[in-house]
Nanobody, 122 residues
Framework: QVQLVESGGGLVQAGGSLRLSCAAS????????MAWFRQAAGKEREFVAR????????NYADSVKGRFTISKDNAKNTVYLQMNSLKPEDTAVYYC???????????????WGQGTQVTVSS
């Protein structure tokens, strides 16, 4: 089993930046891909970005391309999400997820963190 713990959320003004972290522990070898999803109040959880542990290849949702960057530190078993030029519509609970498929579908990820709140004020 893999445990994922997110940190780094908070309140920021529009145009500002935040960096989220996701520390993985346990059977991390079972997760070939790590991703960030987010869920705004009253909305479905949506894909934000993913990264391959081995190759480092990345993929982003169109809504965050050019503003968000996902990265990893294999030695620390940690994945990051650098969020720049934040907008009020980025306000959501952000979840870290681990899985074995290069996918953007929630159902393809079986390890989840508890989530961290990001609030962007206008």
């Amino acid at each position: 089993q893999v445990q994922l713990v997110e940190s780094g959320g908070g309140l920021v003004q529009a145009g500002g930046s935040l960096r989220l972290s996701c520390a993985a522990s346990g059977r991390t070898g079972s997760n070939q891909v790590m991703a960030w999803f987010r869920q705004a109040a009253g909305k479905e959880r949506e894909f934000v970005a993913r990264i391959s542990w081995i190759w480092g290849s990345t993929n982003y949702a169109d809504s965050v391309k050019g503003r968000f960057t996902i990265s990893k530190d294999n030695a620390k078993n940690t994945v990051y999400l650098q969020m720049n030029s934040l907008k009020p519509e980025d306000t959501a609970v952000y979840y870290c997820a681990g899985g074995g498929a290069h996918s953007s579908l929630r159902a393809d990820f079986d390890s989840w963190g508890q989530g961290t709140q990001v609030t962007v004020s206008s």
